[in-house]
């Protein structure tokens, strides 16, 4: 840990699904790897009228249920760091109180301190105001994390944006998408930047199209207060999806400095060719999860779904496809697709390249013969490249093999997203972290789906829970050798 490390952490919605799920989890491990400073503080604040031994107990809870690895002795170390604020996110007295524990002995001004807001997104404005009323805005070093989604559309992320602005600093301010945080999602940079083979045919004279699937087997869970208003394409691909398109397409970035990065990752989005209101249909498309079975289990529809609206029609798929009109990608179709209550949790992104010129090898059938493949998957992990070798025999007959590029040695230490991007917020790297620019124009290039989804609220295709999705979902393909590539 460098002089820049900010060692007092605030959770805004500390007793929320995101914190039980990820934050309290991530900060656990970071104290069983020996990586959380000593002297770090961590106060959780929360409305419930509890006190230390009170937040305790729920925290037992939570890491019994959420952080593997989990024991009695490890845990009673990471208590020693945790402070119990009750308050209410609206009431100015509560900032009065955090002011006090986080000013040192001796000082009239609290020290710099991360402030992470695990809140819904409609408070974090107002947690932004009384954090400013405070006087936590005027330590250069002080840090605001704001969860996604960063606004619902572009308007609504523009004022957002100038909302934080007129009481933080953007050096202040870390939007995370935890995607960014995920190894393998980082390891595109070295495939692609440190290997010159790749970079040389990573591009649209060797690259056929793109695709990026991000499927999930579970479904809404408790959230559909949130889910049904925000729907896959707001939840998903504007951010995780997006992100990880940008970092498949960037040109080399001078250097891994967080703006060099997000200059690149920039153009890529104002690349992208706008899709018309015309062709909106022809570029997306959206539907939502029926009943069905899932690893033998019968599942409900999201229609049934606790808290879901009637007659919602609120997507849970969405298959879409963007052109990158630019010198490297001009005519790649990038195919990006993402869904719940899908067969398995898996993420990957699958490159495929062209036809060869010329088929020498006639003794097998055409139809035996693909192009190759690069197949990343991000869940789990693994780097392969997919090229054809000599059938053993007399004749001249091809097959596939797998190259396994594979890279995690066994007993590797393997960090959860948010491990690696706490730890960037406590030392002040913001590499991995959104620059606003990104977030408008990511919005920017889905807002005519939003607009034209937004006015049919009458219907929407259903596809069985445990499938991949609905079989128009390959619709929006360009050429009919081009499928969904499920198995990575
Ligand atoms: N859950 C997830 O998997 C993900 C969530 N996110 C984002 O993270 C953020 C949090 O989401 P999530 O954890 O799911 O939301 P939850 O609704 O589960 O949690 C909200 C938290 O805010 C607290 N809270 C609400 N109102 C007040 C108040 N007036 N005063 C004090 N505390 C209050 C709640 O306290 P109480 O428990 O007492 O109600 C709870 O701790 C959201 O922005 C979400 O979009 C992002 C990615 C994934
Ligand atoms: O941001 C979100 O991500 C999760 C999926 O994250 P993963 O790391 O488990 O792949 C998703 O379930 C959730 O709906 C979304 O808000």
Not at 5 to 23: E, M, N, P, R, Y
Not at 83 to 106: C, F, M, N, S, W
Not at 294 to 317: L, R, W
């Amino acid at each position: 840990m460098d002089e820049h490390c900010i060692c007092q952490f605030v959770i805004f919605g500390s007793t929320g699904d995101l914190a039980s799920k990820k934050l309290l989890p991530a900060l656990y491990h970071l104290k069983c790897a020996g990586r959380l400073p000593p002297e770090m503080r961590i106060i959780a604040f929360g409305r419930r009228p509890w006190n230390d031994k009170a937040w305790q107990e729920f925290l037992k809870e939570q890491l019994e249920h959420y952080a593997e690895g989990f024991t009695a002795d490890h845990f009673a170390d990471f208590c020693t760091h945790f402070h119990y604020v009750e308050g209410e996110i609206h009431d100015p007295a509560a900032y009065q109180k955090l002011r006090k524990i986080l000013t040192p002995k001796g000082s009239t001004e609290p020290d710099p301190s991360i402030f992470y807001l695990a809140i819904r997104p409609a408070d974090f404005v107002p947690v932004v105001q009384q954090l400013s009323a405070a006087g936590f805005n005027k330590e250069a070093d002080t840090r605001i994390v704001i969860e996604k989604p960063f606004g619902d559309d572009l308007e609504s992320a523009m004022q957002l944006n100038e909302q934080l602005h007129r009481h933080f600093k953007e050096e202040q301010i870390y939007r995370i998408d935890h995607y960014l945080g995920k190894e393998i999602v980082q390891n595109l940079l070295v495939f692609r930047f440190a290997n010159l083979p790749i970079e040389a045919i990573w591009n649209r004279n060797y690259i056929d199209h793109v695709q990026i699937t991000v499927a999930e087997s579970g479904g809404i869970e408790n959230r559909a207060g949130y889910y049904d208003q925000a729907g896959a394409l707001r939840d998903m691909v504007q951010n995780h999806l997006m992100q990880i398109l940008t970092l498949v397409a960037m040109e080399p970035p001078p250097s891994l400095e967080a703006d060099a990065l997000r200059d690149e990752k920039v153009k890529v989005l104002r690349s992208i060719r706008p899709i018309p209101k015309s062709a909106v249909h022809a570029h997306a498309l959206r539907a939502q999860y029926g009943p069905g079975v899932i690893e033998e289990q019968h599942v409900p529809g999201y229609a049934d779904e606790a808290g879901v609206a009637k007659n919602s029609v609120t997507e849970t798929f969405v298959a879409a496809k963007f052109y990158i009109d630019n010198w490297r990608w001009r005519g790649v179709p990038f195919y990006l697709r993402t869904g719940k209550r899908l067969p398995a949790k898996t993420s990957s992104v699958a490159i495929r390249f062209r036809h060869t010129p010329q088929q020498l090898f006639r003794e097998t059938p055409i139809e035996r013969i693909e192009p190759n493949w690069i197949l990343l998957s991000l869940e789990p992990e693994s780097l392969k490249i997919e090229i054809y070798v000599k059938e053993p025999g007399l004749e001249m007959r091809v097959r596939p093999v797998q190259l396994n590029a594979s890279y995690r040695r066994d007993g590797e230490e393997e960090l959860d997203a948010y491990e690696a991007l706490l730890l960037d917020v406590m030392e002040g790297d913001k590499a991995l972290f959104i620059r606003f620019d990104e977030v408008e124009w990511a919005w920017r290039v889905v807002d005519p789906i939003i607009k034209a989804w937004g006015r049919e609220v009458d219907y929407i295709i259903t596809y069985p829970a445990g499938s991949w999705g609905p079989d128009e979902a390959t619709r929006i393909m360009d050429k009919e050798d081009q499928y969904w590539r499920n198995q990575i």
